[in-house]
């Protein structure tokens, strides 16, 4: 960070190089369009460049990126109120990935599987904003409450919360859903 706040451009594209990939997939997986989630990246990092003099240098690196990539894509969100579609397979997990690979699986079960996914995608996508956000960074960035307490600039409690109910309206959810369930 030093190399990068005297101006040293060969190091900034180096922290686009390492960071760009786990920023594009979080915004992706909050606004669903890989197009949009493109733009915002492309965003987050010139706002980052621009930030330069006030990054702290006893905060973490990753909780300032992820920091910027919320507040913009949280903007993003806010002014665009259109349907919103979530993929969390852009990076083949395994949760996903290996339910499809498993030998005992016959073509039936493997569709209804992906149709599971399909619901509880469009599910965390119906979920308001604050609660996704908490779900995406604990679930799929891998976050701890901590980093997403400092990331968000609220209380781990708060995190705590947040998380808890994202999980309860979902579960709920699925409770009214469970006719439509595959």
Same mark, same amino acid.
């Given at each position: 960070? $030093?190399?990068?706040? #005297?101006?040293?451009?060969?190091?900034?594209?180096k922290l686009?190089s390492? &960071?760009?990939?786990?920023i594009? #997939?979080?915004?992706y997986?909050?606004v669903?369009?890989r197009?949009d989630?493109?733009?915002?990246?492309?965003?987050?990092?010139? /706002?980052?460049?621009?930030?330069? $003099?006030s990054?702290?240098r006893d905060a973490?690196?990753d909780t300032?990126?992820?920091?910027?990539?919320?507040?913009?894509?949280?903007?993003?969100?806010?002014?665009?109120?259109?349907a919103?579609?979530?993929?969390?397979?852009?990076?083949n997990? /395994?949760d996903?990935?290996?339910?499809t &690979?498993?030998?005992?699986?016959?073509?039936? /079960?493997?569709?209804? /599987?992906?149709?599971?996914?399909?619901?509880?995608?469009?599910?965390i996508?119906?979920?308001?904003?604050?609660?996704r956000l908490?779900?995406?960074?604990?679930?799929?960035?891998?976050?701890?409450? $901590?980093?997403? #307490?400092?990331?968000?600039?609220?209380?781990?409690?708060?995190? #705590?919360t947040?998380?808890?109910?994202?999980?309860?309206?979902?579960?709920?959810?699925?409770?009214?859903d469970?006719?439509?369930?595959p």
């Open positions: 960070m $030093k190399k990068i706040i #005297a101006g040293d451009s060969g190091s900034f594209e686009v390492r &960071c760009q990939n786990k594009f #997939a979080f915004v997986r909050m669903g369009s197009e989630a493109g733009d915002l990246t492309q965003e987050v990092f010139f /706002q980052v460049f621009r930030s330069l $003099k990054f702290r973490k690196l300032w990126l992820y920091r910027i990539a919320a507040n913009k894509t949280l903007d993003f969100l806010r002014k665009n109120k259109k919103r579609f979530v993929n969390f397979d852009l990076d997990y /395994q996903e990935a290996s339910l &690979c498993l030998p005992e699986n016959n073509p039936e /079960q493997m569709f209804l /599987q992906e149709e599971k996914m399909r619901t509880l995608r469009r599910m996508a119906g979920l308001p904003d604050r609660y908490v779900l995406v960074l604990f679930h799929y960035q891998e976050l701890s409450y $901590k980093q997403i #307490a400092e990331t968000l600039e609220i209380p781990v409690k708060t995190v #705590a947040r998380l808890y109910r994202a999980k309860f309206i979902l579960k709920e959810t699925l409770r009214g469970t006719d439509e369930m």
